[in-house]
């Protein structure tokens, strides 16, 4: 029977981006069944009092997340898909890291051209339209694992984790190991968390 693994990401940021590439290798080598779900840092950070420049970035970030809400909603068997196009664009690219309601539109309408969804998908981007769905999603995931986290969140078989946080991604077998490892922590129910401080940013080429 396929592993079930449940990602909650937002398009913004590359740590997701890491890992969920990463995911992506493990079902190459493993036998997995993997939901992507949107949940949003511009949720997470709504209303807190933080650097300027940054809220400017989230504020960026709700037009990625809304229309992966909407296609969440009406096409799921596409979320995939757009994860994957606006990551290139956004990581792999190098367009990242944009500030200001409506900084993200553009690659929006290429990213649903590239995967073939309509373009008015993207009309939900600057309109609370899809919010409180977003927002249900992310508290989902959020409820898994506590409220002193950010994405990406993973679930594996019935226990999530913020993580895990890479900044390379292991490919062939070596994906395949460390998600053995991953979900034989997960299976122990005692099991809470590792750490250790971050030396680099993620190191991901377009996938």
């Not at 933080?50 to 909407?70: C, F, H, I, Q, S």
């Not at 460390?178 to 080429?205: G, H, N, W």
Request: charged share 30%; hydrophobic share 40%.
């Amino acid at each position: 029977m396929a592993e079930s693994v449940k990602f909650w990401f937002d398009c913004s940021c590359p740590f997701a981006w890491a890992t969920s590439r990463w995911i992506k290798e493990v079902e190459k080598v493993r036998d997995i069944e993997v939901t992507f779900v949107p949940m949003s840092l511009s949720v997470l950070n709504d209303g807190r009092d933080l650097d300027p420049d940054y809220m400017e970035m989230m504020k960026a970030n709700w037009g990625p997340a809304r229309v992966a809400t909407k296609i969440a909603v009406a096409a799921p068997e596409k979320v995939d898909a757009y994860y994957t196009a606006m990551g290139n664009f956004i990581h792999g690219q190098e367009q990242g890291g944009k500030k200001g309601f409506g900084a993200y539109d553009e690659i929006i309408a290429q990213a649903l051209e590239e995967v073939g969804l309509p373009a008015d998908y993207a009309e939900v981007a600057n309109t609370e339209d899809v919010d409180d769905k977003l927002r249900e999603f992310h508290n989902a995931a959020i409820n898994e694992v506590g409220d002193e986290v950010g994405t990406p969140v993973v679930k594996l078989g019935d226990t999530a984790f913020f993580g895990p946080v890479i900044t390379r991604v292991p490919e062939g077998e070596e994906a395949g190991e460390i998600f053995d490892a991953s979900v034989r922590l997960a299976q122990y129910p005692y099991f809470f968390e590792l750490k250790r401080t971050r030396t680099e940013m993620p190191q991901v080429s377009q996938k």
